[in-house]
């Protein structure tokens, strides 16, 4: 029996070490120790660059559509000075009395260039139909439109999370109300 408790004792302090060597950036600072360990960045790979962006586009259709609610800003995976560039727009819509509610209807990911190290830069193609509405909700202040958007995304590793932390948006090319009707039905 005595044997058992010392095998059983040694088995947790075995596992209680390799525990704390693995969250060390969670246990050490309960005893008073920091890690001087720079930030360990698991190299992305594209599919999860490409989620993020996804997510991004999807969040800031919803901002857009609530006319700025504070909760998809939260949620919106971008730096501080992106999601102030969509809320100073969405208030220049707000002060027109519009609301603009966007509907992805294509992303193509043109490129994907060093997704390593915590950064990477991605361009790609956003197919857009956009409405435009009065805040009143009574009826389209503007006529359907499709956009197409050449766009070169910068990204960043904050937080363990990929962040949309700046962007550079090519001249936008306007399809028409036929290109809307088209686009609409491949969505």
């Known amino acids: 029996m005595k044997s058992f408790i ?3 004792v040694s088995a ?3 596992f209680m070490a390799l525990a704390i060597a693995q969250e060390r950036d969670v246990f050490l600072p309960l005893i008073g120790i920091t890690s001087s360990a720079p930030e360990m960045v698991t190299p ?3 599919p999860e660059i490409e989620t993020t962006l996804r997510t991004f586009l999807a969040v800031m259709s919803h901002l857009y559509g609530s006319g700025g609610d504070p909760r998809f800003a939260e949620r919106l995976p971008a730096g501080n000075e992106v999601v102030d560039e969509i809320l100073a727009d969405i208030t220049y819509l707000e002060h027109n009395r519009r609301i603009q509610e966007m509907s992805l209807v294509n992303l193509q990911i043109n490129s994907i260039n ?5 950064y990477a830069q991605v361009n790609a193609t956003e197919y857009w139909v956009i ?3 009065w805040d009143d909700k009574d009826g389209e202040s503007d006529p359907a439109r499709s956009e197409v958007h050449t766009v070169d995304y910068r990204l960043k590793v ?3 999370e990929w962040r949309v ?3 550079e948006h090519a001249p936008v090319v306007a ?3 036929d290109r809307t009707n088209e686009l609409e039905s491949q969505g």
């Open 6 to 8: 010392i095998i059983v």
């Open 12 to 14: 947790l302090a075995v």
């Open 44 to 46: 992305a790979t594209p």
């Open 114 to 118: 060093s997704p390593t190290g915590g």
């Open 131 to 133: 409405r435009t509405r």
């Open 158 to 160: 904050e937080g363990g």
């Open 165 to 167: 932390i700046g962007w």
């Open 175 to 177: 399809g028409g109300d």
